[in-house]
């Protein structure tokens, strides 16, 4: 049984990896590859009745259509450029701007997101000497920083839904974490030419305007979330919404950014994810893959590995997270310090992975070196997981 439920794991992997291969796109690869396993479990039927009767599950998909629906608004009103120029502006140094504005974009976690954020950073990074696989590593990793503690994400909900921890009782232990990802991302900024710096300074303008709508939505989380939950992140990211509508008099844009494709994606990606995960369960595949963790020792960190193989086969954290928390809480060790180590090891799978849509989308905006590009992703990667591990496994 074990082994049988080893390879049913590699095989829904291998499933999702060739749907990306053949250009179905994550969501509909994920679903595709449900709907077979559930086929094959005769578990469909059951699968698709307790995902529309499950309240986390409506939660996750009106989080991923508010937020995604943000996102658009805030590229199809330009004011994504204005928010990253105004960032730069007010923090007086270019390099600091190619940190922040990835940074500040990566809190809208649309799928390929960093193409949003592309643009400025090369803008800003180009003239000072960075090279095209530098530019990727700065896009990329100064995205995923803020994002990794950022109690507004879907990630956030999803671990808190699936383990019934609060969210911001998850997300304060990773701040040291981030601040690690900062350190480790800091030497590349620093061997830009110091010659174009106060040039290049004096060129940004801009103001912090754009910004007032993610502000309104994560000031509403600490107040909302003692009253209705998790229902908290739609509510908040709706009001965000209609502020930045308001703000660059753009309602009339609004059909416009929540029907589009780039949104359709990422809701059809979590509706696929969260059937995948009531076919999983029905399949009993997580009590096989349990018993190999356990044949393992039990080890947090055995689980925290196939969590990884997941989140770098699909290049998706919520899939790794969907696999593997609900074995940790089968396992009995659903503390706080075990859930977040398995979101860590799942997290830096997915920023490190070859089907990372982020990646892979800035990868070709710069026209860079995919393997050239991992020269510097895979060292701060190594490094936080190693003292990640330490930090997680020591507080419990």
Same mark, same amino acid.
């Given at each position: 049984m074990?082994?049988?439920?080893?390879?049913?794991?590699v095989?829904?992997?291998?499933?999702?990896?060739?749907?990306?291969?053949?250009?179905?796109?994550?969501?509909?690869?994920?679903?595709?590859?449900a709907? +077979?396993?559930?086929?094959?479990?005769?578990?469909?039927?059951?699968?698709?009745?307790l995902? *529309?009767?499950?309240?986390?599950?409506?939660?996750?998909?009106?989080?991923?259509?508010? %937020?995604?629906?943000l996102?658009?608004?805030?590229?199809?009103t !330009?004011?994504?450029e204005?928010?990253?120029?105004?960032?730069?502006?007010?923090?007086? /140094?270019?390099?600091?701007?190619l940190?922040a %504005?990835?940074?500040?974009?990566?809190? $809208?976690p649309?799928?390929?997101?960093?193409?949003?954020?592309?643009p400025?950073?090369?803008?800003?990074?180009?003239?000072?000497g960075?090279?095209?696989e530098?530019?990727?590593? *700065?896009?990329?990793?100064?995205?995923?920083?803020?994002?990794?503690?950022?109690?507004?994400?879907?990630?956030?909900?999803?671990?808190?839904?699936?383990?019934?921890?609060p969210?911001?009782t998850l997300?304060?232990?990773?701040?040291?974490?981030?601040?690690l990802m &900062?350190?480790?991302?800091?030497p590349?900024?620093?061997?830009?030419?110091?010659?174009?710096?106060?040039?290049?300074?004096?060129?940004?303008?801009g /103001?912090?305007?754009?910004l007032?709508p993610?502000?309104?939505? &994560?000031a509403?989380?600490v107040?909302l979330?003692?009253?209705?939950? !998790?229902?908290?992140?739609?509510?908040g990211?709706s009001l965000?919404?209609?502020?930045?509508?308001?703000?660059?008099?753009?309602?009339?844009l609004?059909?416009?950014?929540?029907?589009?494709?780039?949104?359709? /994606? $990422?809701?059809l990606?979590?509706?696929a994810?969260?059937?995948?995960?009531?076919?999983?369960?029905?399949?009993g595949?997580?009590?096989?893959?349990?018993?190999?963790?356990? +044949?393992?020792? +039990?080890?947090?960190?055995?689980?925290?590995?196939?969590?990884?193989l997941?989140?770098?086969?699909?290049g998706? &954290?919520?899939?790794?997270?969907?696999?593997?928390?609900p074995l940790?809480s089968?396992?009995? $060790?659903?503390?706080?310090?075990a859930?977040?180590?398995v979101?860590?090891?799942?997290f830096?799978?997915?920023?490190?992975?070859?089907?990372h849509?982020?990646?892979?989308?800035t990868?070709?905006?710069?026209?860079? /070196?995919?393997?050239?590009?991992?020269k510097? %992703?895979?060292?701060?990667?190594l490094?936080?997981?190693?003292? +990640?591990?330490?930090?997680?496994?020591?507080?419990?």
């Amino acid at each position: 049984m074990e082994v049988q439920g080893v390879v049913t794991l590699v095989l829904v992997v291998a499933a999702i990896i060739a749907g990306l291969r053949i250009g179905l796109g994550l969501g509909l690869s994920i679903m595709l590859t449900a709907l +077979g396993l559930g086929l094959f479990t005769n578990s469909i039927a059951e699968a698709l009745r307790l995902a *529309v009767l499950d309240e986390g599950a409506w939660i996750l998909v009106l989080s991923a259509l508010t %937020i995604a629906s943000l996102a658009e608004l805030y590229r199809v009103t !330009n004011a994504i450029e204005e928010l990253g120029r105004g960032l730069s502006a007010s923090l007086g /140094d270019p390099r600091v701007g190619l940190a922040a %504005i990835p940074a500040v974009v990566g809190l $809208m976690p649309i799928a390929g997101g960093a193409l949003l954020s592309a643009p400025l950073v090369g803008s800003l990074g180009a003239p000072l000497g960075l090279t095209a696989e530098a530019l990727v590593y *700065v896009n990329v990793w100064f995205r995923h920083t803020l994002l990794y503690s950022y109690p507004f994400s879907q990630l956030a909900i999803v671990m808190s839904q699936l383990t019934g921890i609060p969210v911001l009782t998850l997300m304060l232990p990773t701040l040291p974490i981030t601040a690690l990802m &900062v350190l480790l991302g800091a030497p590349v900024l620093l061997r830009a030419r110091r010659a174009r710096l106060s040039t290049l300074s004096q060129e940004l303008k801009g /103001d912090l305007k754009a910004l007032v709508p993610l502000g309104i939505a &994560v000031a509403l989380l600490v107040p909302l979330v003692p009253l209705v939950g !998790n229902w908290a992140v739609p509510l908040g990211s709706s009001l965000a919404i209609l502020s930045l509508a308001v703000l660059k008099r753009a309602l009339r844009l609004l059909p416009k950014a929540v029907l589009s494709k780039r949104v359709g /994606d $990422m809701v059809l990606a979590v509706v696929a994810v969260v059937v995948l995960r009531e076919v999983i369960s029905l399949s009993g595949l997580a009590a096989e893959l349990g018993d190999v963790v356990y +044949g393992l020792g +039990g080890a947090k960190l055995a689980l925290a590995l196939v969590s990884t193989l997941v989140s770098v086969a699909t290049g998706s &954290v919520v899939t790794g997270l969907f696999v593997s928390l609900p074995l940790l809480s089968s396992l009995g $060790m659903n503390s706080t310090g075990a859930v977040l180590l398995v979101y860590t090891y799942s997290f830096l799978g997915y920023v490190a992975s070859p089907t990372h849509l982020c990646l892979l989308y800035t990868v070709e905006y710069f026209k860079a /070196d995919l393997i050239s590009t991992y020269k510097y %992703i895979l060292p701060p990667t190594l490094v936080v997981l190693l003292l +990640g591990s330490v930090y997680y496994l020591a507080l419990g």
